[in-house]
């Protein structure tokens, strides 16, 4: 079964040779695998989690979703998991949303059923999440990136927010979080007219950490070198630098600066603060508990 999923997974245009990725992948989970995303973990303590919907490259939809927020809980909660990497294919991350799904949808039954915010659940995810991006990542596709922690991007990458050329707008937290990241007057345009951007524009405005240069190679392994490394550390500590930094965009500074006090003053109170100012002052390497 896992040779049959890593196969899926080279034929999603991913650069990773099969005997490569077997060499060096475990299957996340022994139960039935899922249908719209692949998971591994690659390198230790890093969890992989690949949209795989390749003809419809990597289009998101409602069961995709489903199965994303399961593999994604199933890391959150997995004490040997410290960072998550999210990625596609070298043509497309996510090209938007599944039009067919949206499409026949009315306001009463996308209003009753509460449509997309499941989509979001991403942003409950307390372990540190990022996005490798290669190729299109528009509409939903960017959401879902902006919804991660770090973005990396390849220079082929190409984001956008088109929904206008729909009729309709941004519905996954788009037009907050494309705003946060490169200001209101470029997001205004950037929404209003549906114009994409590339990876280079992306690190150059925020909205991504770094434009890779090579292929979806070269991007995963960026990627998964920063995960590795923020693996590598306390998962108290990660856990508590996430929420601060994201703290940031809901407070004040002068609330941000004192929401951050309380959790650093907290950490006093972890084995692991004591393990890593131990190890700092006799010049070993510390061996975290992560509790």
């Not at 007219?193 to 190679?217: C, L, R, Y």
């Not at 923020?230 to 929401?259: D, F, M, P």
């Not at 959790?263 to 972890?270: E, T």
Request: with cysteine.
């Amino acid at each position: 079964m896992f040779a049959r999923r890593c196969a899926r997974l080279v034929n999603s245009r991913t650069s990773v040779p099969l005997t490569s990725f077997l060499a060096r992948a475990r299957p996340y989970s022994s139960g039935p695998s899922y249908e719209h995303i692949l998971t591994s973990s690659p390198k230790p303590g890093v969890g992989l989690i690949t949209l795989n919907r390749p003809k419809a490259l990597n289009a998101l939809c409602s069961p995709l979703f489903t199965e994303l927020n399961d593999a994604l809980s199933k890391y959150d909660a997995d004490k040997d998991i410290g960072a998550i990497v999210i990625t596609g294919s070298e043509k497309a991350f996510a090209a938007g949303a599944d039009i067919k799904e949206m499409a026949p949808l009315t306001f009463a039954s996308a209003y009753n059923s509460n449509f997309i915010a499941p989509w979001s659940h991403l942003t409950n995810i307390r372990t540190p999440v990022i996005a490798a991006v290669s190729g299109y990542a528009l509409g939903g596709g960017c959401e879902l990136a902006l919804m991660c922690d770090i973005i990396y991007a390849s220079t082929n990458a190409t984001f956008g927010q088109p929904e206008i050329k729909l009729g309709v707008i941004p519905g996954a937290g788009g037009s907050q979080r494309l705003t946060n990241a490169v200001g209101k007057s470029k997001a205004m345009e950037l929404i209003l007219t549906g114009k994409n951007f590339s990876g280079k524009e992306a690190a150059e405005w925020g909205v991504a950490a770094e434009v890779v240069e090579g292929g979806h190679a070269e991007l995963m392994d960026v990627a998964f070198k920063t995960a590795e490394k923020i693996a590598g550390y306390s998962r108290v500590a990660t856990v508590a630098a996430k929420e601060v930094v994201n703290k940031s965009q809901e407070l004040s500074l002068r609330e941000g600066v004192e929401y951050e006090r309380r959790l650093f003053h907290g950490l006093f109170g972890s084995q692991d603060q004591k393990i890593g100012m131990t190890a700092f002052a006799e010049k070993k390497k510390p061996e975290w508990s992560h509790e």
